[in-house]
């Protein structure tokens, strides 16, 4: 299988305790995306990388939330001090611009649920 | 701000029909759309995508039409089959931005045997 993927698929953790999610794109894809989902609304973005460099992070990512991708190939999402509002599901996607097309499809991965007790 | 509005919940209908789902947007600045299909504990699946430069495309069973002036966009199912019951989102980006995507709420699509 060489699509997106992410690891764990589930991750229940007690208030204040610190999370790492990592996720593992399609290998020829130079961009690398994380999104998170509530239930009953739409993914909506965090932060994203093209090779290493982290190019932009909404607000939603305050400073508890920190995420690498140090060589350009895989990427982690760290969550400290983990608070219930925190539990989502948090999605990964990867991208490979299409110069030609000027367009730029992103695939999804399985997602990591997080549940903060 | 929600800029991107999938404004029908759920949409039911009979397998072989045709289904109808609508997305409207309000930044002028996107330029590229696409619709993607979520099962339940999955990630969004990609369906199909339109640049702005056009009006319509189609793959398959699948056409997106998109109506600039109107800021709306609409995926088309024809047959529609029992296997297409999920959950649609429709997103939209600004290509030359870095590309995040905005999302709707999505519909629920059920498509009765």
């Known amino acids: 299988d060489t699509g997106v993927s992410q690891d764990p698929r589930h991750k229940i953790t007690k208030r204040g305790q610190n999370v790492t999610f990592r996720c593992d794109p399609i290998?020829?894809?130079?961009?690398l995306y994380w999104y998170r989902q509530t239930l009953g609304q739409g993914p909506e973005f965090l932060t994203y990388f093209q090779n290493e460099a982290q190019l932009e992070k909404s607000r939603l990512l305050s400073d508890r939330f920190s995420a690498e991708r140090p060589k350009g190939s895989f990427s982690t999402l760290e969550i400290q001090r983990t608070e219930q509002g925190d539990s989502a599901m948090y999605l990964c996607?990867?991208?490979?611009?299409?110069?030609?097309?000027?367009?730029?499809?992103?695939?999804f991965g399985p997602g990591t649920r997080l549940t903060v007790l | 701000d929600q800029q991107v509005k999938q404004n029908s919940p759920s949409l039911s209908v009979q397998e072989g029909r045709i289904s109808i789902l609508n997305c409207d947007y309000t930044?002028?600045?996107?330029?590229?759309f696409l619709w993607y299909k979520k099962y339940p504990a999955e990630g969004p699946t990609f369906l199909i995508s339109i640049s702005s430069i056009k009006d319509k495309n189609e793959d398959g069973r699948f056409t997106v039409f998109l109506n600039k002036s109107a800021k709306h966009l609409s995926l088309h199912i024809v047959p529609s089959q029992p296997g297409d019951s999920a959950v649609y989102f429709c997103?939209?980006?600004?290509?030359?931005?870095?590309?995040?995507?905005?999302f709707g709420e999505g519909t629920q699509l059920t498509v009765n045997p």
């Open positions: 997103a939209a980006s600004v290509e030359t931005s870095g590309s995040r995507l905005t």
């Open positions: 290998s020829e894809h130079n961009r």
């Open positions: 996607a990867s991208s490979s611009w299409n110069q030609g097309a000027q367009t730029d499809t992103q695939y």
């Open positions: 930044n002028s600045m996107f330029d590229y």
